[in-house]
């Protein structure tokens, strides 16, 4: 049987904005239980969990960690998540193994930046939430206005369970709001919160409720009951306040955390079975095995690291185990615990518990060891690129398979070809994070890159319909070349259904075949009667069409959103041969295309930008003055912020980063997500245009 039951694991991720303290609470943690016997250290590069040496470097946490320890009879897997808005894909993908989201605030800064992004997404994920106020030992704390701006923020569902006695060097204690006794210098008088704290406990049972007001309080046993419950329901987030450098407040949170924290069987998962339909994945050892690889680390000596929290059943040392999409299952070679860095070998693991096994190529992220397939998590698209190529020559093969590592590692980091700008593309959640991943490809896998600004994939299309015609005849002596094609062009804007289209007999009277393809959203509509062009040369026709619309016809971009019919044509029974049609459908497409209005499209995005009240202003006015933008509204993001939405093109927000910090002193933070193509303006048109004429003629 495995080592702990579901009922006894806490899987808690520690998440908030950077230099919030989360690390060295989890350091303190490993201390306190005796997991680790020796202190660490961020700050001289000691730390147990920021192992890698770009975090030694950077102080501050860039790739997710996992510990595990024993407390009050408890076993605790610990994940301290990337505290910067850059690397929130590390912070998302341990939400995923985790049940609880302990949100650390520095009690110093208040609510940052990323403090909300990182409670919305522990909301998203259906976690308990929880909160710590660290660093209580600071300077300059406004304990009132904090814990007024946590309750803003986070709803008034926020209680204190504990308050601390003194703050900055005179804090040297806290007192139990669930058993308050009288103490010189605490903050808050526990007494004046105790009775509202144990009704709002006590309101997520009737029956509690009523013993209550009949004058009965629950035992020990039954308020831990009822505040994970409350927890779990989303009516109760927990405030517990600490000093994980002094140890001030470290046992009761832990004590806390032990009690109240969600158990690893109290949230039940939802999975797809092999039909698709929805099955219920609860914490059973005695059930089917169901697990997911949440990360994934490549080591440069025992080379790649799958983590992985199982869900059902139990997984053993040495068995083979179903892996969804592969035929052969997969073969646990050796499953490891982990704190940190580190892996000790073990027999088996539970519902519940988090394991890792090394040197897994069938694995990736978001895989699902089992039969029932477990949701992918949610990671927002990366949208911050750079135009990227080896640094040395003769780097281009190591480049490519250290920039797929590093993809496989950080699903919010996409490389790819783009064939429209014939650039390899980087793209991350900002340029710090690309600055960053670079900086591991130089010490871990030896390479450098040169980096530039990307080009903005711009695409191509017409805005009426238009027809056209090109005859290609060659003679040189013996047999020649000889095709002749006649189309049609048509607008044919995204969303529009192909088969409605290519099926009204009003517009293709003569249609016989029709094929979609849409990767560029483009119908080709066969029309050709008599056998004008016979059919064997068809294929080369789509193939001419298909070369122009890679290499664009205005400006070198791929074009989209078009249907052609070929409705004409002549061959010749000698001369006529695949390469000549196609030569003619590149003709034909590049004359009609001229003759339908063509426009370029550029790609639109909706931003979202959350700043302080007072920034609003200056943020509305940039987006439509600077940038192009329509803006959508302004919502509130609570504790003085408000979140402005906008659409706006995407060229006008590559470098967006920067010009934010400056208008508001580092205080905003912005998410963009692709939306849609759209028409560029004539004056912006005409100069992308004579840019592409003039790189055209200088080539």
Request: hydrophobic share 40%.
């Amino acid at each position: 049987m495995p080592k702990y039951s579901p009922e006894n694991i806490r899987n808690i991720v520690l998440c908030g904005h950077g230099g919030s303290g989360k690390t060295t609470l989890t350091d303190a943690f490993l201390n306190a239980s005796g997991k680790v016997k020796r202190l660490a250290s961020v700050d001289d590069g000691t730390s147990i969990c920021d192992f890698d040496e770009e975090e030694k470097a950077h102080k501050y946490t860039i790739e997710p960690s996992c510990v595990n320890f024993d407390w009050a009879g408890k076993h605790f897997d610990v994940f301290d998540s990337p505290g910067y808005p850059d690397f929130i894909g590390g912070a998302i993908s341990t939400m995923g193994a985790s049940d609880t989201a302990v949100i650390v605030v520095n009690a110093t800064s208040g609510i940052e930046v990323n403090t909300r992004r990182v409670f919305a997404e522990a909301k998203k994920a259906g976690l308990g939430r929880m909160v710590v106020l660290s660093k209580m030992d600071g300077d300059n704390i406004k304990f009132d206005e904090l814990i007024e701006s946590i309750k803003a923020v986070f709803g008034q569902e926020a209680a204190l369970f504990n308050v601390p006695i003194g703050q900055g060097s005179k804090f040297t204690g806290v007192v139990d709001v669930l058993k308050p006794i009288d103490a010189e210098g605490a903050l808050v008088d526990p007494n004046e919160l105790h009775e509202a704290l144990i009704e709002t406990i006590v309101s997520v049972d009737d029956s509690a409720m009523e013993r209550y007001f009949e004058g009965e309080l629950p035992n020990d046993e039954e308020m831990a009951k009822l505040i994970a419950k409350g927890i779990k329901e989303e009516s109760l987030i927990p405030i517990f306040c600490v000093s994980a450098k002094t140890g001030v407040g470290l046992n009761e949170l832990l004590n806390g955390l032990a009690s109240f924290a969600l158990p690893s069987d109290a949230i039940v998962r939802t999975g797809k079975d092999a039909e698709g339909a929805d099955v219920e994945v609860a914490a059973n050892p005695d059930g089917p095995i169901v697990a997911q690889v949440f990360k994934t680390r490549i080591d440069p000596f025992v080379q790649k690291i799958n983590y992985i929290r199982v869900f059902s059943g139990v997984l053993k040392t040495g068995a083979n185990v179903p892996l969804i999409g592969s035929r052969k299952g997969f073969k646990i070679a050796q499953l490891f615990e982990v704190v940190a860095n580190d892996l000790q070998p073990i027999d088996e693991a539970g519902p519940g518990m988090i394991v890792a096994v090394t040197k897994t190529d069938e694995l990736k992220t978001c895989a699902t060891l089992g039969d029932v397939e477990m949701p992918r998590f949610l990671y927002p698209t990366p949208m911050v690129g750079l135009a990227a190529s080896p640094k040395n020559r003769g780097d281009e093969a190591k480049v490519s398979v250290a920039l797929t590592k590093l993809a496989e590692e950080d699903l919010t980091f996409k490389v790819e070809r783009n064939e429209q700008t014939k650039q390899m593309l980087i793209t991350g959640m900002s340029e710090l994070h690309l600055q960053v991943l670079q900086e591991r490809l130089k010490r871990r896998d030896k390479v450098e890159l040169e980096t530039k600004e990307q080009k903005i994939p711009y695409r191509e299309t017409i805005q009426q319909m238009a027809e056209g015609s090109y005859r290609h005849k060659k003679q040189s002596g013996g047999a020649g070349q000889f095709g002749e094609v006649h189309i049609r062009m048509f607008p044919f804007p995204g969303g529009t259904d192909p088969e409605e289209f290519a099926t009204d007999k009003n517009r293709f009277p003569s249609m016989k075949e029709w094929k979609y393809f849409p990767e560029n959203n483009f119908l080709w509509i066969d029309s050709i009667v008599g056998g004008t062009i016979p059919s064997n040369f068809m294929p080369a026709i789509d193939k001419g069409f298909k070369d122009r619309m890679e290499s664009g016809v205005i400006a070198g971009y791929q074009v989209q959103d078009l249907c052609i019919e070929v409705y004409f044509g002549k061959y010749h029974p000698v001369d006529s041969n695949e390469q000549a049609f196609r030569t003619a459908a590149k003709g034909a497409f590049k004359e009609t295309f001229m003759k339908a209005r063509p426009a370029l499209l550029e790609p639109i995005v909706n931003l979202d930008v959350t700043v302080p009240v007072d920034k609003v202003g200056d943020v509305n006015s940039d987006v439509v003055a600077a940038r192009r933008g329509r803006p959508l509204g302004v919502e509130d993001a609570g504790g003085g912020y408000q979140t402005v939405k906008a659409e706006v093109p995407f060229a006008e927000v590559t470098t967006y980063s920067r010009a934010l910090a400056s208008m508001t002193g580092g205080q905003g933070s912005y998410t963009i997500e692709f939306n849609r193509y759209d028409i560029v303006p004539g004056n912006i048109q005409s100069e992308i245009i004579a840019k592409a004429e003039l790189k055209e003629d200088e080539e």
